[in-house]
T-cell receptor
Framework: EAQVTQNPRYLITVTGKKLTVTCSQN?????MSWYRQDPGLGLRQIYYSMNVEVTDKGDVPEGYKVSRKEKRNFPLILESPSPNQTSLYFC?????????????FGDGTRLSIL | QKEVEQNSGPLSVPEGAIASLNCTYSDRGSQSFFWYRQYSGKSPELIMSIYSNGDKEDGRFTAQLNKASQYVSLLIRDSQPSDSATYLCAVNAFYGGSQGNLIFGKGTKLSVKP
């Protein structure tokens, strides 16, 4: 089954404790992206990757890191989480952004930073 | 500043009517335009993509693009209660970013009344 898998689905943690949200896709997609969704602010892109070892900042990259060492994985790293990073996070992938290629979204990760 | 604007709604239409959702964008160089549907508590799913001026139809959905006016819309014919969701307009940024930078509007909440 084609899918984007995020882990964990829910996480409550404390300020300053490094965490990683994993994202894995089994569709051999080149493009992967991370978003956060906040009430009243909508869905905002954090980082994206056009292919292995190619990453770029989205609109809200501050406080986040990513890596793309393998095609299937695109982890999101919060080195020193802060309460303003409490949000719902989505990972997505597609073959590319052109053509009628849908972005497949993961089920989301709800992060609470205390 | 790259922006994608949508009316937040809620937009309420009776079952069987046509729902019209609108979106404007600021980046004149944008090439790719997408409509996503998001049910409450779920991840977004792609409904339509459009790249050329004019209309694109897929079943009950029609996307319309006018690059000169920087305007994209989604029409839903014969609206059903199951269409009740938040509809997100997304546009790829071109100037000031690579084509992987996807900007989402804040979404329009649609309610279809039986």
């Amino acid at each position: 089954e084609a899918q984007v898998t995020q882990n964990p689905r829910y996480l409550i943690t404390v300020t300053g404790k490094k965490l990683t949200v994993t994202c894995s896709q089994n569709m051999n997609h080149e493009y992967m992206s991370w978003y956060r969704q906040d009430p009243g602010l909508g869905l905002r892109q954090i980082y994206y990757s056009m292919n292995v070892e190619v990453t770029d900042k989205g609109d809200v990259p501050e406080g986040y890191k990513v890596s793309r060492k393998e095609k299937r994985n695109f982890p999101l790293i919060l080195e020193s989480p802060s309460p303003n990073q409490t949000s719902l996070y989505f990972c997505a992938s597609s073959f590319n952004l052109m053509g009628n290629q849908p972005q497949h979204f993961g089920d989301g990760t709800r992060l609470s930073i205390l | 500043q790259k922006e994608v604007e949508q009316n937040s709604g809620p937009l309420s239409v009776p079952e069987g009517a046509i729902a019209s959702l609108n979106c404007t964008y600021s980046d004149r160089g944008s090439q790719s335009f997408f409509w996503y549907r998001q049910y409450s508590g779920k991840s977004p799913e792609l409904i339509m993509s459009i790249y050329s001026n004019g209309d694109k139809e897929d079943g009950r959905f029609t996307a319309q693009l006018n690059k000169a006016s920087q305007y994209v819309s989604l029409l839903i014919r014969d609206s059903q209660p199951s269409d009740s969701a938040t509809y997100l307009c997304a546009v790829n940024a071109f100037y000031g970013g690579s084509q992987g930078n996807l900007i989402f509007g804040k979404g329009t909440k649609l309610s279809v009344k039986p």
